[in-house]
């Protein structure tokens, strides 16, 4: 089938080259337009942009996929199908009805449980045991059309949503491709998404990564987990923001925020176990061991974590 894969971030690289190297012929790419980063603002290219350009196919990146232009280009490169991963924009339904055979979703979820922009970070933080990627054609609803195949893939005690979403997206290119091969045979058939199971998974925001050292050891440790290494999960201390990164639970109590700085480790209290700390990020600093900060901004008895706000 001739293709338009549509993606932007890192995660979909993996299917993008997947799909360069099957018997498909991916014709051109769709992404987000180059993006500010950095402390300079420069302007940078998208992960699959950079790709793409690589293997010399054109590049679609429209403002918004409701450009008069960009859909009248789409239509004259008349794709058969449109896989997609992570694209990060909503398709209209001038563009959904291009491709003679749709547009294919790749999503890290098993549907219909977490719908929507952070699936693999809402399991962790619900702290799910499983979770795994599923194919779907994309209808005007969120992550409602019908499922074209899956895969599963367990979700490890150390996981951050950083491994999970790198496991998945390599784990979910090769489904991606087997699914492209079974509407080019036609020996695919969609199935409807039960009406059972269904869970949202919001983009997570700054207030959502805020650690709240109340709450039981568990939960503190999936959100952290959770918002590793995006956004970043944050506390405060002596008024200003502190990332934390993942953390270890141990079997010591101490109050909830209470700080207990050693040589080699510093613990932090929560609503039952204390959990070790692991890199953390004064603001405005590059990341570093909790020790090393702890010895650096030299730790009072009194001294809490989260008690003021920033």
């Known amino acids: 089938m001739r293709l338009i894969f549509a993606g932007t971030p890192q995660v979909a690289v993996p299917s993008l080259r997947a799909l360069l190297d099957s018997d498909h012929e991916v014709i051109g790419v769709i992404t987000r337009p180059d993006a500010k980063v950095g402390r300079g603002r420069r302007l940078?290219?998208?992960?699959?942009k950079v790709v793409a350009q690589e293997a010399g196919l054109e590049v679609l990146a429209p403002s918004s996929p409701k450009d008069p232009q960009f859909l009248g280009r789409l239509r004259e490169l008349a794709p058969d199908c449109c896989p997609v991963v992570?694209?990060?924009?909503?398709?209209?339904?001038?563009?959904?009805?291009?491709?003679?055979?749709?547009?294919?979703?790749?999503?890290f979820s098993l549907l219909p449980a977490w719908r929507g922009a952070a699936p693999a970070q809402r399991a962790l933080m619900s702290g799910d045991e499983f979770t795994g990627a599923s194919t779907f054609l994309i209808e005007t609803g969120l992550d409602t059309g019908p499922v074209l195949g899956t895969m599963t893939e367990r979700i490890r005690p150390d996981d951050t949503s950083g491994t999970l979403l790198t496991r998945l997206a390599d784990a979910g290119a090769p489904l991606l491709v087997a699914t492209m091969d079974g509407i080019a045979t036609g020996d695919l058939e969609p199935r409807p998404q039960p009406g059972e199971g269904v869970?949202?998974?919001?983009?997570?925001?700054?207030?959502?990564?805020?650690?709240d050292l109340a709450h039981p050891a568990l939960a503190v440790d999936r959100l952290i987990r959770g918002c590793s290494p995006a956004p970043g999960a944050w506390t405060t201390f002596r008024g200003e923001r502190l990332k934390l990164g993942p953390v270890t639970i141990t079997d010591e109590r101490l109050p909830a925020g209470k700080i207990d700085a050693r040589k080699r480790?510093?613990?932090?209290?929560?609503?039952d176990r204390a959990v070790r700390l692991g890199e953390v990020t004064p603001l405005g600093k590059k990341p570093m061991p909790a020790a090393d900060w702890a010895r650096g901004v030299r730790i009072d008895s009194g001294d809490r974590l989260g008690e003021e706000t920033a």
Do not use: F, M, Q, R
């Open 86 to 107: 992570a694209y990060g924009a909503l398709l209209p339904a001038e563009a959904l009805d291009i491709p003679a055979h749709g547009w294919v979703n790749l999503h």
């Open 44 to 48: 940078e290219p998208s992960p699959v």
């Open 199 to 211: 869970s949202h998974a919001a983009k997570i925001t700054v207030e959502d990564a805020h650690v």
């Open 265 to 271: 480790e510093v613990l932090v209290g929560t609503a």
